[in-house]
């Protein structure tokens, strides 16, 4: 993966694992801060030229805490995605059939082909980071090495066979993150979000912390990086993956694919003999 100066300035760098270690909040007079709009922009035109050339595939998986604004910015970096070429899923608890399978199992289905793309919001990352909180199999059943080593097996396999992933975790302060909880319980069009499993959340937000940090340190590669997005305003945080993400999918597919000029003219002909000019 080729990455841009701005792009590089938000990876994860092993050599800081804890999430303290990097900013939650930008400069709000950050003049290398891309705008919003013109990156959506390009997201879907270059989106659109991805589409057409059917060449690669792009996986972006969105993680962080609770009222990180996971849902919003993928709704975000989707205002311009043409839909035949873009879908997004979320992944919560494993339960049912999720549960009698490897833990890949679930999200295979849904990854890209070839000219899409395609939003996690959560993804296979979750079954080493909330699964080791909330285990939905007896706790001394799991390997969690093994774990992060299929994960970068699985990751390192969809690269070489044509998929690019770019994995954001959007980087919440402790006080930014009790404030958006109570939000939610001030304001009704947020209050149906919360329910008992927030309480046990935030009691144990430092252990899901510790956990995410060494799931990021262990499952960071040159192919499949992870970006520490600072998260604590909204929009700082949609127009630094907005940016990072327009620079890949511009770097993917840069033109349409060439016509066919005979096909091109024979249909001319074509709509010329029924009367259109």
Do not use: C
């Not at 390997?143 to 998929?163: A, M």
């Amino acid at each position: 993966m080729t990455l841009s100066a701005f792009a590089s300035s938000f990876l994860f760098d092993p050599k800081k694992p804890r999430f303290r270690d990097y900013l939650t909040l930008l400069d709000k007079d950050d003049e290398t801060l891309p705008g919003l709009e013109a990156s959506l922009e390009q997201i879907g035109e270059y989106q659109r030229r991805l589409w057409a050339n059917r060449a690669r595939a792009v996986l972006l998986a969105v993680h962080g805490p609770d009222t990180s604004g996971k849902d919003s910015l993928i709704r975000t970096l989707a205002t311009y995605a043409d839909p035949a070429g873009f879908h997004a899923w979320s992944f919560s608890r494993p339960q049912g059939a999720e549960t009698r399978h490897d833990f890949l199992w679930r999200v295979t289905p849904f990854l890209p082909g070839f000219g899409e793309m395609v939003a996690f919001n959560r993804s296979h990352h979750e079954a080493v980071i909330a699964e080791r909180v909330w285990p939905i199999h007896e706790p001394d059943s799991y390997h969690w090495q093994n774990r992060y080593q299929s994960i970068r097996n699985f990751e390192s396999h969809l690269v070489q066979e044509g998929t690019t992933l770019i994995k954001i975790w959007l980087n919440l302060s402790e006080d930014e993150h009790r404030e958006r909880l109570l939000k939610r319980l001030d304001k009704p069009r947020k209050r149906w979000k919360f329910d008992k499993s927030d309480i046990d959340g935030w009691e144990k937000r430092r252990q899901y912390e510790v956990y995410a940090e060494e799931a990021l340190a262990a499952t960071h590669t040159t192919e499949a990086p992870w970006f520490i997005v600072p998260g604590d305003r909204k929009p700082q945080a949609r127009a630094v993956v907005a940016a990072i993400l327009a620079d890949q999918l511009q770097q993917l597919a840069p033109e349409y694919p060439k016509e066919d000029q005979e096909i091109l003219n024979e249909y001319r002909r074509l709509l010329a003999r029924n009367g259109v000019k």
